[in-house]
């Protein structure tokens, strides 16, 4: 019933409704007993903001799969599921180095084909090619250098070089700078 990263039956990706087992829209209680029937939830990472518990998203990380699962902080239900891709070497999907043996996230499969596994993970032009355009992703720096590719309820994460995350914001600096320049002129 279900999959677990454990097992070798794959996740389906539908952008707007889910990832594997984990549908949007879902409630948080409903996505925590999933991880639990997987045997995970000792390894899941719950974080809300304590001070002001409705201004930000109630977040469970799963580090040892790649995924991220993000819930509204007042209604509680799923919004956006976040994968990461390309770990520490190229083509591998990202996890945490402490995970158990074996909980690696399950293959990832859209419209039918297979296009990431453990070993091997898309570049972000292939993701880009298979799930056609969207907008400009974000590039984030905290807590690590990182491109983030948006779609409907769905997000993937392209860890970046620390360097090339620098070059990449200077370029971006400057271009802003030029157009501010322009328009003032």
Not at 102 to 113: I, M
Not at 143 to 164: V, W
């Amino acid at each position: 019933m279900f999959p677990g990263p454990g097992r070798k039956v794959p996740w389906c990706v539908v952008p707007s409704h889910r990832v594997g087992t984990f549908s949007l829209g879902m409630g948080v209680n409903e996505a925590l007993a999933i991880i639990q029937k997987m045997g995970s939830l000792d390894h899941a990472e719950l974080s809300f903001h304590e001070s002001c518990p409705f201004d930000a998203d109630l977040t469970v990380r799963l580090p040892s799969w790649g995924i991220q699962l993000c819930f509204d902080a007042y209604q509680q239900d799923l919004r956006v599921i976040a994968v990461r891709l390309q770990g520490g070497r190229p083509g591998l999907l990202e996890a945490d180095p402490e995970a158990p043996e074996g909980s690696l996230l399950p293959s990832l499969v859209y419209g039918g084909r297979e296009f990431a596994a453990a070993g091997v993970a898309p570049s972000l032009r292939e993701v880009y090619q298979m799930f056609g355009p969207t907008w400009i992703g974000d590039f984030r720096q905290e807590p690590e250098a990182l491109y983030l590719l948006q779609y409907p309820g769905l997000a993937f994460e392209f860890p970046l070089p620390q360097d090339l995350f620098e070059a990449l914001a200077a370029a971006q600096t400057m271009r802003a700078l030029r157009s501010h320049l322009v328009v003032e002129m």
